[in-house]
């Protein structure tokens, strides 16, 4: 049979639906807040404030704090945001880059393996980072090269992190499909039912 079109029946082209999606809470506010926090705290200090500045030292003391509860909340806030939920594994990660390297996509819906290492590392990184910086103000180590290399290492290996965790949450948002930027605004991705 022959459609207007001067093709059969079996050529139209037929309408395919999104897969279903079910919005799931995962991040709760205080991940969100401390997150954010510490984007904009790191943000400042390494673009805008000089590391002789007053406002270097409230910021980075401000990451310490941030850093501190993030710490507590690993242990006792909500499912997602504790480190029983994402714990670090060679294994899994190397699981999930052979899935990429495949093209297989398995969703998460906390963080992924990568990201749980992402995640120690930024954590033990933004420490190093906040306690040499410490040692720098006390008279003890005032004037000793090694806390200021040892921050200056730091903050550069933090800087690389946070550009790696930047394009790796664009890339899973895209290969996934699941807008991990908006999930940490709204606290909720939308994942595949």
């Not at 004037?143 to 290492?153: D, F, M």
């Given at each position: ?11 139209r082209?037929?309408?395919?639906r ?18 954010w926090?510490l984007?904009?705290c ?27 509860f ?5 242990f006792?806030?909500?499912?997602y945001?504790?480190?029983k939920?994402?714990p670090?594994?060679?294994?899994d ?8 390297v495949?093209?297989?996509v ?15 590392n930024?954590l ?5 980072i906040?306690l040499?910086?410490?040692l720098?103000?006390?008279?003890m180590?005032w004037?000793?090269?090694?806390p200021?290399?040892?921050?200056k290492?730091?903050v550069?290996?933090?800087?690389v992190s946070?550009v ?14 699941v807008?991990?930027?908006?999930a940490?605004?709204?606290?909720y991705?939308?994942?595949p039912?």
């Amino acid at each position: 049979m022959k459609t207007a079109m001067n093709g059969t029946m079996d050529d139209r082209v037929t309408s395919v639906r999104p897969p279903a999606r079910k919005r799931t809470r995962v991040w709760d506010p205080l991940v969100r807040l401390f997150h954010w926090s510490l984007v904009s705290c790191f943000a400042a200090n390494a673009l805008f404030v000089d590391g002789e500045n007053d406002l270097h030292l409230v910021f980075g003391y401000t990451i310490i704090g941030l850093v501190g509860f993030r710490l507590l909340w690993g242990f006792v806030g909500g499912q997602y945001a504790r480190f029983k939920s994402f714990p670090p594994s060679a294994q899994d990660a190397l699981e999930q880059g052979a899935d990429m390297v495949s093209g297989r996509v398995h969703i998460h819906v906390g963080h992924t393996p990568l990201g749980a290492l992402m995640i120690y590392n930024l954590l033990l990184t933004l420490s190093v980072i906040g306690l040499s910086g410490y040692l720098m103000t006390t008279d003890m180590f005032w004037g000793v090269e090694w806390p200021e290399e040892v921050h200056k290492i730091a903050v550069d290996w933090a800087e690389v992190s946070v550009v790696l965790h930047i394009a790796a949450v664009i890339f899973e948002s895209y290969r996934t499909k699941v807008n991990l930027p908006r999930a940490m605004v709204t606290g909720y991705k939308d994942l595949p039912e």
